[in-house]
T-cell receptor, first 112, second 113 residues
Framework: AQSVSQHNHHVILSEAASLELGCNYS??????LFWYVQYPGQHLQLLLK??????LVKGIKGFEAEFIKSKFSFNLRKPSVQWSDTAEYFC??????????FGAGTRLFVKA | DVKVTQSSRYLVKRTGEKVFLECVQD?????MFWYRQDPGLGLRLIYF???????EKGDIPEGYSVSREKKERFSLILESASTNQTSMYLC????????????FGSGTRLTVV
């Protein structure tokens, strides 16, 4: 069955630290990849997406993600986190048709 | 600003009750989805619809049904609520093109007692 794995359920960082959240998926065909973010008390919103072309994708608020096809990975990165990045982050994979599969989420807490 | 609006932010219902969760979008999107969000499990797809009166089962449809009589509205129905349906329910919509992500509603936190 298709699945999405997020390696860390909880991450705690200090401000200015670098961030990398892992995401791996199990599907051998063409995929569309997403990262969503849910800030405390807010609705889920799209952070960035990959469909084709340059495997390094830049999103809002200084986030980027790299698609490595050979590793079935789409890791999220940010060079220097801020307190306002405290949120839950979800990796998602669309494998065709209408369905998108979500990972279990990673809760990031940034210490001020 | 485009929106997906869920009618209730919090709901408390009794076991056995029939529960309706409403979702309305103002973006003229064809595709609409209902997910439930549980800690450690991420988002799991309950049902989706790609057109008016069309519906498809997702990964966990048992105990749920849906209705889409108008393009902008997608309702989730819990036929007989049970305590294991206590969860956060999220509605989302997208246009038919593959390269769009979801637009989510704010969610409905349902507690079944």
């Amino acid at each position: 069955a298709q699945s999405v794995s997020q390696h860390n359920h909880h991450v705690i960082l200090s401000e200015a630290a670098s961030l990398e959240l892992g995401c791996n998926y199990s599907y051998g065909g063409t995929v569309n990849l997403f990262w969503y973010v849910q800030y405390p008390g807010q609705h889920l919103q799209l952070l960035l997406k990959y469909f084709s072309g340059d495997p390094l994708v830049k999103g809002i608020k200084g986030f980027e993600a790299e698609f490595i096809k050979s590793k079935f990975s789409f890791n999220l990165r940010k060079p220097s986190v801020q307190w306002s990045d405290t949120a839950e982050y979800f990796c998602a994979v669309k494998t065709g048709g209408f369905k998108t599969i979500f990972g279990a989420g990673t809760r990031l807490f940034v210490k001020a | 600003d485009v929106k997906v609006t869920q009618s209730s932010r919090y709901l408390v219902k009794r076991t056995g009750e029939k529960v309706f969760l409403e979702c309305v979008q103002d973006m003229d999107h064809e595709n609409m989805f209902w997910y439930r969000q549980d800690p450690g499990l991420g988002l799991r797809l309950i049902y989706f619809s790609y057109d008016v009166k069309m519906k498809e089962k997702g990964d966990i449809p048992e105990g749920y049904s849906v209705s889409r009589e108008k393009k902008e509205r997608f309702s989730l129905i819990l036929e007989s609520a049970s305590t294991n349906q206590t969860s956060m329910y999220l509605c989302a919509s997208t246009p038919p093109l593959a390269n769009y992500g979801y637009t989510f509603g704010s969610g409905t936190r349902l507690t079944v007692v």
